[in-house]
Antibody
Framework: QVTLKESGPAVVKPTETLTLTCTVS??????????VTWIRQPPGKALEWLAH???????SYSPSLKNRLTISKDTSRSQVVLTMTNVDPVDTATYYC????????????????WGQGTLVTVSS | DIQMTQSPSSLPASVGDRVTITCRAS??????LNWYQQKPGKAPNLLIH???SLQSGVPSRFSGSGSGTDFTLTISSLQPEDFATYYC?????????FGQGTKVEIK
């Protein structure tokens, strides 16, 4: 049974660094083509892809946020961590981690399992 | 970046209606197009992958078609539990992108 669960602060102050952790079970982060992606959704708005880490350690970032994001994994803990620096109120959103895989060198599997999401509010 | 455009943004419908949602990509995504359903306060749920493949456990009233740049999601007979927001997403290349969503509402 595949599960993912996000954890992190509910409130972050502007200019601070946000650190979110995704703890997975039911699949391996250390072998195969599967990995984890982060997606966010501001209140009442659409889904926005942020980053993913797949296969051995292949990482990809949203171009618009690339300078602020870092994704990493700890296979011993079955965790993937996303950090976002210099947060702003526009970063207020529900942040989801989800399972994704590498289909070929440039294409990806569908996002088939999602965490429940964690609402992060950026406010002073 | 590949832009995904859904239409309509809002779709009033009644139980039993046949519903069609369109998704257009700004460049080819081959068949790497997925559809998700999202209900308020919940994570999205995968319905259709690779344009026309029904995800396991999803009712057969949902179907998808298309390739290249033009895709459709069809609900053959709308059920009460289908009132939700639907998103398309391309998995052809990074950055992965979603459509803006189509909200299927009670007419």
């Amino acid at each position: 049974q595949v599960t993912l669960k996000e954890s992190g602060p509910a409130v972050v102050k502007p200019t601070e660094t946000l650190t979110l952790t995704c703890t997975v079970s039911g699949f391996s982060l250390s072998s195969g083509r599967m990995g984890v992606t982060w997606i966010r959704q501001p209140p009442g708005k659409a889904l926005e892809w942020l980053a993913h880490i797949v296969m051995d350690d292949a990482k990809s970032y949203s171009p618009s946020l690339k300078n602020r994001l870092t994704i990493s994994k700890d296979t011993s803990r079955s965790q993937v961590v996303l950090t976002m620096t210099n947060v702003d109120p526009v970063d207020t959103a529900t942040y989801y981690c989800a399972r994704i895989g590498s289909h070929t060198i440039t294409t990806y599997t569908p996002i088939d399992f999602w965490g429940q999401g964690t609402l992060v509010t950026v406010s002073s | 970046d590949i832009q995904m455009t859904q239409s309509p943004s809002s779709l009033p419908a009644s139980v039993g209606d046949r519903v069609t949602i369109t998704c257009r990509a700004s460049q080819t995504v081959s068949i790497f197009l997925n559809w998700y359903q999202q209900k308020p306060g919940k994570a999205p749920n995968l319905l259709i992958h690779t344009a026309s493949s029904l995800q396991s456990g999803v009712p057969s009233r949902f179907s998808g078609s298309g390739s290249g740049t033009d895709f459709t999601l069809t609900i053959s007979s709308l059920q009460p539990e289908d009132f939700a927001t639907y998103y398309c997403q391309q998995s052809y290349s990074t950055p992965l992108t979603f459509g803006q969503g189509t909200k299927v509402e009670i007419k």
